[in-house]
């Protein structure tokens, strides 16, 4: 194709967000996927079981959003199917929510031993059966969300679980922060593919108390709140393309106001 001045873009139509939360556990992730836009649930663990904090059930509330979910997946090939049902098939569902990634990622690994005709990922030694996990992850099932997102214009939202890791630093000494809870491999791929990577947890305040001797000692206290953390840091992490507070309200309307896809969609309405 080629090229000339009068193909420069000037204005951009924004397109969907490729948001991915991952937190502590019993946090409320799949709950917010719940109140996404017109969701449709690829399970690979059985997250709709529980209840929503008013006390309905989270199918009821899937339903009265509009929402639906698909059989729990048990197989890596089962997801797929899931995606190219979406690709192929016409439906009025603006969101995909899988739930959850790093349980997607063990049936990715049970499927990458199986095409090597291993019992085992790790039989086919050296990091092999990584390496050949993270070309499927990213042929296959990234290659699913990203024809979702663009051709089918489907916001997606992908939840995962969180875990402390040390964290090497070359400028200072060693800490703990909390990551997606994922191999190196498909969770640097599921970075760079997400447009948000938010951290849910509980909002914790700080209290001095005296513990004698003219001496104070800080304490934790959950209040309960549950946030969103959306810049990367120390204790955590994160990032967003959109230019969103530290921190927001774990509700799906605070991540939606700060997204250009959304404030559009509301004003040709």
């Known amino acids: 194709m080629a090229y000339d001045l009068a193909s420069l873009e000037t204005q951009t139509n924004p397109r969907p967000p490729r948001i991915l939360v991952y937190g502590v556990p019993g946090v409320g992730k799949t709950v917010l996927g719940i109140t996404a836009p017109k969701p449709v649930f690829i399970r ?5 079981d529980g209840k929503m ?3 309905t059930l989270a199918i009821d509330a899937l339903q009265a959003n509009n929402g639906a979910t698909f059989p729990l997946c048990k197989t890596f090939e089962e997801v797929l199917e899931c995606l190219a ?10 969101t995909l929510v899988v739930d959850s990634c790093d349980w997607l990622e063990m049936l990715l690994q ?3 031993a199986r095409k090597s005709g291993h019992a085992s990922i790790e039989d086919a030694g050296y990091g092999k059966g990584y390496i050949d996990a993270k070309r499927h992850f990213e ?3 990234l290659g699913g969300i990203n024809y979702l997102n663009v051709e089918k214009s489907m916001t ?3 939840v995962a679980h969180s875990s402390v890791v040390k964290f090497d630093s070359p400028d200072v000494d060693p800490y703990n922060r909390y990551e997606i809870k994922m191999h190196k491999h498909t969770s640097n791929l599921l970075q760079e593919h997400s447009d948000c990577i938010l951290f849910a947890n509980y909002k914790i305040a ?3 108390t005296d513990v004698g001797f003219n001496k ?3 304490r934790a206290v959950g209040t309960g709140e549950r946030i969103l953390q959306t810049n990367d840091r120390p204790t955590h992490l994160a990032k967003n393309r959109y230019g969103m507070p530290d921190q927001i309200p774990m509700e799906w309307t605070a991540i939606a106001e700060n997204i250009p896809f959304f404030n559009k969609h509301k004003e040709s309405q």
């Open 206 to 208: 700080t209290t001095k």
């Open 44 to 48: 690979t663990e059985d997250g709709l």
């Open 156 to 158: 997606i939202m992908q």
């Open 85 to 94: 049902t979406l690709a192929n098939e016409e439906h009025d569902f603006e």
């Open 139 to 141: 042929e296959l099932y």
């Open 216 to 218: 104070k000692q800080n």
């Open 53 to 55: 904090p008013d006390g």
């Open 110 to 112: 049970s499927y990458t």
